[in-house]
Each structure stands twice: as structure tokens, then as C-alpha cells.
T-cell receptor
């Protein structure tokens, strides 16, 4: 069964304390892996798409990497405004004609000043 | 003006009521989606429309009925819902289903009493 597992479920950091979020996936063939940020009471906001192992993308304090089994979202020197739930989703080759995304449960990040 | 707009933002309905959720996208996209987000669960895909044609119905009960009159608008008609249907309902759109990221609306928080 296709699965997307994110860890940890929750993470508390001090401002400036760098860390990484993990997204492990098992799909028959990966079409793309997506990272989203979701603030309370709002819809997910797109961050990155990764397509192949070894690919990396950066945006401000965030950097996403991809291997054949997992993706990491590295947060460097986080600020309180980075507090949110980070969602990982995968799209597999079989679903590419419908755009179906399989989501993980998310990691809720809290950054304290 | 946001790219994907959902109305209403909040809805409380009785189990015998009939209501509709509305989604409008201003991005010129060709695919639209309904997702359900329940507490402590990953986002679940409900329906996919591509060029106004339904291409996926992810085993959703018939008390949920989608409608896509054109590529910019998507509705979710609700009738005789159950309390367990209470959740955040998210609409999303993408340029096409292949290799493109989905952009989400703010969601409708539905409570069934």
C-alpha cells in the first residue's frame, strides 16, 4: 500500500536552532514529491516540488532534498514566523492523469523566540 | 484577490440540511480538486475534475455530490451528512494533472450537528 510518513509529528525549536523534518514514502513509482506549509485555519501553501533523487531546492531558510526513499526539509536558523504545519505529498506515475496527491500527516513546527 | 477562493469559510448544518460549498479559481487552471482534512488525519482526496470532466471519485459517499460547471468553478453539494463528516474541506486547482503543483483555497470549516 502506498504510504507517506512524516516525522517527527511535532517539533519545538528555539529561534536560530536548525533542524530537519523527514518524509518517508513508499510508492510504486514516484512522479513528484511536494512540500506544503499550512498555517492554522488556512489552506496549504505550496513550497517545493522535487522530481528525482539528488535534487535540492531552497527558499529563504528552507531547503528540501530528495532520495529514493525519503525527503528532508531542512530549516536553517528558524524564526517564530516559520511556525506552521509542514505537509509532504507524493504523486505517483499511475495517478499522473488525475493529479492525485498522497499526503503525510504533517509535522507541526513551533519556533520559540 | 487570492488565486483560489472558497465560500463559505465556516458552515454549521444539521444532518437533514442541504448545503453547497463553492470554489472559484482565478489562475486559469484546468484541473480542480476537493480534499477533506479531518483532525489528526492526512488530507484525503475526494474528487478530481480535469477540463470539467470528473476523472476521479475516491470512494466518497453519495451524500457528497460534486459539480464543475466550468473550469473556474467547483461546487460540493452536501445532503444528509453525518457528524463524522465534520472537517475542513479544501478546494485546489492546478494547471494540469501532470507535473504541476496544486494551489489550495483557505477551506470551509464544516460542522455537522
Amino acid at each position: 500500500e502506498d504510504q507517506v510518513t512524516q516525522s517527527p509529528e511535532a517539533l519545538r525549536l528555539q529561534e536560530g536552532e536548525s533542524s530537519s523534518l523527514n518524509c518517508s514514502y513508499t510508492v510504486s513509482g514516484l512522479r513528484g514529491l511536494f512540500w506544503y506549509r499550512q498555517d492554522p485555519g488556512k489552506g496549504p501553501e505550496f513550497l517545493f516540488t522535487l522530481y528525482s533523487a539528488g535534487e535540492e531546492k531552497e527558499k529563504e531558510r528552507l531547503k528540501a532534498t530528495l532520495t529514493k526513499k525519503e525527503s528532508f526539509l531542512h530549516i536553517t536558523a528558524p524564526k517564530p514566523e516559520d511556525s506552521a504545519t509542514y505537509l509532504c505529498a507524493v504523486q505517483e506515475y499511475g495517478s499522473s492523469n488525475t493529479g492525485k496527491l498522497i499526503f503525510g500527516q504533517g509535522t507541526t513546527l513551533q519556533v520559540k523566540p | 484577490e487570492t488565486g483560489v477562493t472558497q465560500t463559505p469559510r465556516h458552515l454549521v448544518m444539521g444532518m437533514t440540511n442541504k448545503k453547497s460549498l463553492k470554489c472559484e479559481q482565478h489562475l486559469g487552471h484546468n484541473a480542480m480538486y476537493w480534499y477533506k482534512q479531518s483532525a489528526k488525519k492526512p488530507l484525503e482526496l475526494m474528487f478530481v475534475y480535469s477540463l470539467e470532466e470528473r476523472v476521479e471519485n475516491n470512494s466518497v459517499p453519495s451524500r457528497f455530490s460534486p459539480e464543475c460547471p466550468n473550469s473556474s468553478h467547483l461546487f460540493l453539494h452536501l445532503h444528509t451528512l453525518q457528524p463524522e463528516d465534520s472537517a475542513l474541506y479544501l478546494c485546489a486547482s492546478s494547471q494540469g494533472p501532470v507535473d504541476t503543483e496544486a494551489f489550495f483555497g483557505q477551506g470551509t470549516r464544516l460542522t455537522v450537528v
